[in-house]
């Protein structure tokens, strides 16, 4: 059974770093894209980039220069670094498994709920 | 990037109605595009991929059309678990981008 959990802190200040961990349980580690996603209140679904095991990234442009994804193979998990941020980036945040045989998401965690506000 | 605009944003539906969801897409995406059902406070849950593809485990009484542009999710008869928010999506290029969601709820 394959599960997802992301990890962190639920607030942070506007201009300081947004840091989320996901570990990953079950399942291969070194087959999938590892993709953060988010959702502000209320609205859709962003995909902010995503990471192979090997430590290739790709980022959406509109946060790359914000961005950054690493990748722990030994501990299975990823993490998300977004610097600078402002109440706009106050959403839930996912991180999900992209299936690339398949093109889809097929496992997500929870979601964890970040509200940037001094 | 690839716009995906869905429609309606909302309906209300009856149990046992059936529910046509819209989907287009600002540039031809082929056939990659995935549905999603999201109910309140939990994670997207994926229905259908590759556009008419259903997932597995996921209900018969669910299906997808389309190609290009347009894409259409199809619930041939509503349930009571099937009150949600659904959620297209193209996997043809990143950024992979969602639509803003149709909420169905229950008249």
């Known amino acids: 059974q394959v599960q997802l959990q992301e990890t962190g802190p639920g607030l942070v200040k506007p201009s300081e770093t947004l840091s989320l961990t996901c570990t990953v349980s079950?399942?291969?580690?070194?087959?999938?894209?590892w993709t953060w996603i988010r959702q502000p209140p209320g609205k859709g679904l962003e995909c902010i980039g995503y990471i192979y095991y090997g430590g290739s990234t790709n980022y959406n442009p509109s946060l790359e220069s914000r961005l950054t994804i690493s990748v722990d193979t030994s501990k299975k998990q990823f993490s998300l670094q977004l610097t600078s941020v402002t109440a706009a980036d106050t959403a839930v945040y996912y991180c999900?498994?992209?299936?690339?045989?398949?093109?889809?998401?097929?496992?997500w965690g929870q979601g964890i709920l970040v509200t940037v506000s001094s | 990037d690839i716009q995906m605009t869905q429609s309606p944003s909302s309906l209300s539906a009856s149990v046992g109605d059936r529910v046509t969801i819209t989907c287009r897409a600002s540039?031809?995406?082929?056939?990659?595009v995935n549905w999603y059902q999201q109910k309140p406070g939990k994670a997207p849950k994926l229905l259908i991929h590759?556009?008419?593809t259903l997932y597995s485990g996921v209900p018969s009484r669910f299906s997808g059309t389309g190609s290009g542009t347009d894409f259409t999710l199809t619930l041939s008869s509503l349930q009571p678990e099937d009150f949600a928010t659904y959620h297209c999506?193209?996997?043809?290029?990143?950024?992979?981008?969602f639509g803003q969601g149709t909420k169905v709820e229950i008249k």
């Open positions: 540039q031809s995406v082929s056939i990659h």
């Open positions: 999900a498994r992209y299936d690339y045989r398949g093109n889809f998401f097929d496992y």
């Open positions: 999506q193209q996997s043809y290029i990143t950024p992979w981008t």
């Open positions: 079950g399942g291969s580690f070194t087959t999938y894209f």
């Open positions: 590759t556009a008419s």
